[in-house]
Each structure stands twice: as C-alpha cells, then as structure tokens.
C-alpha cells in the first residue's frame, strides 16, 4: 500500500446513503474537529435520472421512482454530513430493489478513481455483522485488493450491530469514536436522513429507538473498527 502523504484523513465507504453516518458518525466528526479532511463514498447512491418505479423501501418511504428517491436522500446525505464535517462523495450504482445483477469490475473501477483521487490515509469498509447483502457484497469487493491508502479497516455496522446485541465483532476490534460531542453530531446529523428514521424504526417514541442505539453502541466503547491491512 502506498505510503505517500494523504489528501484525506479519512475516507469511509458506505453502501447507502446513511450507513458511514449511522455506523462511523462520531469517528468523521471527530476526524474533522480535529481540522483533518474526513470523507464519506457511498456505493449505491442511485441513479438521480432514473424513472424507475420505486422498490418496496422507497415506496415505502414516499418516493414514487428511483430518481426522486436518490435526489432526495443524497441532499439527506449532504445535509448529515456537512453536521459532521465530512465530504459526501456518490457513486450512481442502483441498490437491489432497482438491479438484477451487478458489475463488480465497473464498481470497482468507480471506487478506485475515487480512492486514487481522494488519496486516504485510512480507509474502512463494512464488516460486522454484514447481515445486509449490499454491505457483504461490499465488503468481498475488497477483498485482496491493494489500494493506494495507508491503511485499510472494517467498520461495525448500525443498526445492524444493535440488533444483533447478542453478537461481538470478535478479536481485533478497536473503540474508534465515543467522545460525547461527536455523539451529539452523530445523533444530528443521523436525524438529518429524514426519510429513513421511520423506515429503520428509529424514530419511535421521539427517537427513543435511536437514543437506545446510541447509548447500547456507547456502553461497548463506542464506534468499532478493525484495521486489517497496512502499519
């Protein structure tokens, strides 16, 4: 892995447009109070154009064709992580309600321009408890891949982690953000995703589900993350 001085601090990749903010929200912003350059690349942002009918998430969540879901939840995705400090960066990918198959050259070749531009110092990836196809998808994507960052890592996934509370990353793992001004941030800029809470059911009884999150992810140290390549 290339040891040249980075452009970003931190680069996290996240699957949909609020996984990096849910699962890693304290760790961006705590990167950038730090006055470092920390940065989210989400994979399957949408197709903005798109006319599709929307999946039974979207529908769900008041959208009637891919193309307004995707315009609408990337101002979301702006909008949480500029609470945070960090740079939203999108690729135009279709999550699975909109695809039949996907093309891991042409994704990978998407996420490279990227990581070769933005040049990260670390960067993290999902990796427990990857119960979400896309995030496991993801996730084998980099598997044996050299790529020009520092270090390469995994990060614990929300509200996957929570709900699977019985279930520990394992060996390895490392508390990454849990300081309680970055908490709060994390907490804003997650209320930011305002078509998502009610579908991730965290906004129930005034947010109590997501305050129950918090709480359950800081009484375990904080954030987790596993560094799994680089010094």
């Known amino acids: ?35 470092k350059r920390a940065a989210v690349l989400t994979v399957f942002a949408g197709d903005t154009d798109s006319l599709k ?37 999108w690729l135009s990918f279709s999550e699975a309600d909109y695809r039949e198959a996907l093309d891991g ?4 070749s998407a996420i490279l321009a990227v990581v070769t531009r933005l040049a990260p110092g670390d960067l993290l990836v ?14 084998a994507l980099f598997e044996g891949w050299e790529l020009p960052c520092r270090r390469l890592g995994l990060y614990a996934e929300q509200p996957y982690r929570f709900r699977s ?23 804003r800029a997650i209320l930011a995703y305002r078509s998502q809470m009610k579908l991730l059911g965290l ?13 359950h992810e800081r009484i375990r140290g904080g954030e987790a993350i596993a560094w799994v390549a680089g010094p």
Do not use: Q, Y
């Open 53 to 89: 009918p929307c999946g039974g998430w979207d529908r769900r969540g008041g959208f009637a064709t891919e193309g307004e879901a995707a315009r609408a939840r990337r101002l979301e995705d702006r909008a949480a992580c500029g609470l945070l400090g960090a740079e939203p960066h």
């Open 165 to 187: 509370a019985g279930a520990r990353p394992g060996d390895g793992w490392i508390s990454a953000g849990r300081d309680p001004r970055d908490v709060w941030k994390k907490r």
């Open 126 to 139: 999902p990796g427990f408890p990857l119960v979400n196809p896309d995030h496991a998808w993801v996730r």
């Open 1 to 35: 892995m290339r040891m040249a001085a980075p452009r970003v601090s931190l680069l996290v990749v996240s699957p949909h447009l609020d996984d990096a903010v849910l699962s890693l929200g304290a760790l961006l912003a705590r990167v950038a109070r730090s006055g």
């Open 105 to 108: 050259d042409a994704v990978r």
């Open 203 to 215: 906004d129930r009884h005034r947010n109590s589900k997501l305050n129950r999150m918090l709480l």
